[in-house]
């Protein structure tokens, strides 16, 4: 289990994908989802009634909405990328295709990334007998590593863990 860190998320930010709209397309959730920690699940139902403009600090905004697993409401501070993103966007997101699609986009992104070319040791169990496997970083890349990047890296500058799980929706470290 891998998660990017703000180098990788940049490298992955920047990308010219420009003559890859539909690339960018899947690039732009996934990023949104690496500041927020939504679930796909989530990401799918944002619309611009999630957005909330704080009043006090007309600058920041907040995502609100409930999730779809845990039918928790979460209040969500929205990153100054995730700002730039729905910008480019006409302030929504843009539209999400189905998850097996968004996981094989990212392994093609994310073998653009010089850095995620790194490999990786991954052990697990498979059939009762122990796998080790040498892949490249972007082959371990799916819609998920967003959350776990998000929380490794909230995690990672000193935000509290229990912060963290209200965003995400942990029940247990």
Do not use: W
Not at 20 to 31: A, E, T
Not at 80 to 97: A, G
Not at 138 to 164: C, E, P
């Amino acid at each position: 289990k891998v998660y990017l860190n703000e180098s990788e998320l940049h490298e992955i930010y920047t990308l010219d994908l420009s003559e890859r709209p539909g690339l960018k397309r899947v690039r732009d959730l996934f990023i949104v989802s690496c500041y927020t920690g939504l679930r796909y699940s989530d990401i799918k139902q944002v619309t611009e009634q999630n957005i909330i403009k704080d009043h006090e600090n007309p600058k920041d905004f907040y995502l609100q909405l409930k999730q779809t697993k845990t039918k928790d409401i979460v209040t969500i501070p929205l990153h100054e990328v995730v700002i730039d993103i729905m910008n480019s966007y006409d302030n929504v997101l843009p539209k999400p295709i189905s998850a097996q699609k968004t996981n094989t986009y990212l392994k093609e992104i994310c073998k653009l990334i010089p850095s995620l070319k790194k490999i990786e040791t991954i052990e697990f169990t498979k059939g009762g007998k122990h796998i080790t496997q040498n892949l490249p970083k972007f082959d371990l890349v799916s819609s998920h590593t967003a959350r776990r990047s998000f929380a490794t890296n909230s995690y990672l500058k000193g935000h509290k863990t229990a912060d963290i799980m209200a965003v995400t929706g942990h029940r247990t470290e």
